[in-house]
């Protein structure tokens, strides 16, 4: 037998990719390194944590954000609050951090959350589909098969167009997000400012992050604006009260102004801004009663506009309350990428099983499945 | 596990004759149903009765996964209350039911499908898009009903 040196390398710790190592003779408590999923995942994103945490590719302008976010709140609490509560109510800042918290929370959901990537079809299924289309077509004489499938949804004719990249038919509601690389169920959009597809999954933390959001800005633009009025109220006039201000005004969603004449037009910025995002809301508000999505409200699928005469909307339950109910309260649907799954062996057998295979290669190969299912945790519902 | 020792046995044994593929069925919109027609490949190895019943029995469970009753209200308002967090130390209604349709499959493949000389996969593993069975090749003779 070859003395073989090794050491064993242990599948829970942070993974670092491997290079292959050549697979030890003596299989004896031998632990090669199992690749999860994560690793080998296809779509343009980013895996922390040991893919417990997804991220698109292109992280946008999250970190504008949550800067933004963080800062203008930590210079409400340090600014405005003390006045407020000396001049007020100590329950200000009690109402504060608890919007605050909201957001920062429901804004890190929405960005860590997979928005309901589907994982692509395998090969033998691609080529199931490759042939029933083939066979679809060979009955056309004339044109080359579209690819795209109709079915009836609740008596309403829905097209399922064929994704080349993911090698199946998509889902209804399902779009492929380019700048992910993934097709995503219930796809809303894809938001620069959470750095995520918005999508089945997390809809409910981008709304609630919204309308948190709404709030904040709401609630921080009152406060400043009180806390300007009450000083300004000292006899001196606004333009003293904003001197007196720091010179970094703390207004939520804009950038900060050294010069203290700006503060002004910092107040008018922030006023805009305010309306930006309970617009927003509000335009969310009006798809989560209507269970649309904003892929759909801009394409006009169901009003009418590009589809047939009497179009309307078959995933609807006409209900304003159902339809909230079902897109905000639903059932959580679970991460279909498996992301900390284990990769399967070379052999491509469908599930890990304790099988001592002739082949050398592939008996190191179950074993190190054996190994990762053995310590394999419950997946993280993210 | 005792009960995947006959299913190695079929593996090692048989090869991969072909792979049949079921897909979802939409006509009610977006919930989780798969197809109940007999695909013509299963034709020679089992009953469509015992097919559509297992296809049926499938179908039941995903819907009442994402049923909207009282219980899956009661999750999702206790979760937008607690900020959604409540998702990261509590398994949720769908898992649990998913765990329920895992075994399903375990017990369907053990009574009817691997004595044929098949194989269902959970559609979990196929991005829920698909209940894929595997047709082995038919080598002893005493396979079948």
């Known amino acids: ?382 | 596990m005792a009960e995947t020792h006959s299913l190695q046995d079929i593996r090692q044994q048989a090869a991969v004759a072909a792979k049949v593929f079921v897909q979802r069925d939409y006509s009610s919109g977006t919930i989780c149903q798969f197809q109940t027609k007999f695909p013509p490949e299963l034709e020679t190895r089992m009953d469509k009765q015992q097919f559509e019943e297992t296809i049926r029995a499938l179908n039941t469970l995903y819907a009442e996964a994402e049923k909207l009753a009282g219980k899956s209200y009661l999750e999702g308002c206790l979760a937008c209350f607690t900020a959604y967090t409540v998702f990261l130390c509590m398994e949720t209604h769908y898992e649990k039911v998913l765990k329920k349709i895992a075994r399903y499959i375990q017990e369907q493949n053990d009574k009817i499908y691997t004595p044929r000389g098949l194989l269902l996969t959970d559609p979990i593993e196929r991005g829920l898009r698909v209940v894929e069975i595997t047709v082995f090749e038919d080598r002893s003779s005493g396979a079948g009903r």
């Not at chain 1, 995503?184 to 919204?210: A, L, Q, T």
């Not at chain 1, 609630?219 to 009450?230: E, K």
């Not at chain 1, 950038?255 to 004449?261: G, K, N, R």
């Open chain 1, 1 to 382: 037998m070859k003395n073989c040196e090794y050491h064993q390398i242990d599948p829970q710790a942070p993974s670092t990719p491997n290079p292959t190592l050549p697979p030890p003779i003596n299989a004896n408590k031998k632990v090669i390194r199992a690749r999860r999923k994560w690793q080998a995942f296809p779509g343009r994103n980013r895996f922390y944590c040991d893919g417990r945490i997804i991220v698109a590719r292109q992280s946008g302008v999250l970190p504008l954000t949550l800067g933004l976010i963080l800062v203008t709140s930590t210079l409400f609490f340090i600014f405005d609050c003390p006045f407020l509560v000396e001049h007020l109510t100590s329950c200000i800042p009690v109402i504060g951090g608890v919007l605050f918290v909201f957001v920062v929370i429901s804004l890190l959901q929405t960005s860590f959350t997979d928005p309901g990537i589907l994982p692509r079809a395998g090969p033998d299924e691609a080529a199931d589909i490759e042939r029933q289309i083939d066979n679809a077509g060979s009955s056309s004489s004339y044109r080359p098969p579209p690819r795209t499938k109709e079915v009836l949804i609740h008596q309403q004719v829905v097209k399922l167009k064929y994704c080349f990249t993911c090698k199946m038919f998509r889902p209804p509601r399902t779009s492929h997000c380019s700048l992910c690389d993934n097709c995503v169920e219930r796809f809303d959009h894809h938001c620069p400012w959470v750095g995520n597809c918005v999508g089945k999954r997390n809809y409910r933390f981008f709304y609630s992050f919204i309308v948190s959001l709404s709030f904040l800005t709401a609630f921080i633009f009152g406060c400043v604006t009180t806390h300007l009025a009450m000083r300004s109220q000292g006899g001196k006039g606004i333009i003293f009260a904003l001197q007196q201000s720091p010179a970094r005004y703390p207004l939520p969603l804009i950038i900060f102004l050294d010069s203290p004449s700006c503060t002004a037009i910092e107040l008018v910025v922030c006023f805009f801004s305010v309306w930006s995002i309970l617009g927003l809301s509000g335009f969310h508000t009006y798809l989560v009663a209507s269970n649309l999505t904003t892929n759909e409200d801009i394409k006009g699928s169901w009003s009418g506009k590009s589809g047939s005469e009497g179009s309307r909307n078959p995933y609807s339950y006409n209900n304003i309350f159902m339809n909230c109910c079902a897109v905000l309260c639903g059932p959580m649907p679970p991460s279909l990428i498996d992301r900390r799954g284990f990769l399967p062996p070379e052999e491509a057998l469908p599930a890990a099983t304790e099988i001592d295979l002739p082949s050398l290669e592939a008996k190191n190969d179950i074993n190190m499945c054996r190994q990762g299912f053995r310590d394999l945790s419950p997946p993280v519902p993210l």
